[in-house]
């Protein structure tokens, strides 16, 4: 018998910044390795000049890495938000069945009594 095939449920917005956020990071790392390369063998003004691109680089990847350390960071408080308001909901939605169905019950029984 053939495998149905499972979708995956699509990313949600946080995880998307989340892989958009990594893939950069890796990105901007890998631009410093070159220009770190680079700078190693040049001289003079040309060597100035691509060390002070390396500390741009080095600037733009610290701010990644803490942009990415937040996002991760702000992620269980927000879990536990939702997580609080789901189990509010579902314990409303659980009395409200109940009570539908024992208002239901006594519905029937009155009118079969008749």
Known sequence: MAEQSRRRPARSAAQNRLKQLETRLAHLESQL??????TSGSVGAARAKLESLERRAA??????????????DSIPPTLAASKGTVESKAGRLTRAVRAGVRAGTRAYRRRARR
């Not at 600037?59 to 996002?71: E, G, V, Y």
């Open 33 to 38: 390795k070159a220009l770190r390369a680079q």
């Open 59 to 72: 600037a733009q990847i610290t701010r990644a890495q803490s942009t990415l350390k937040d996002s991760l």
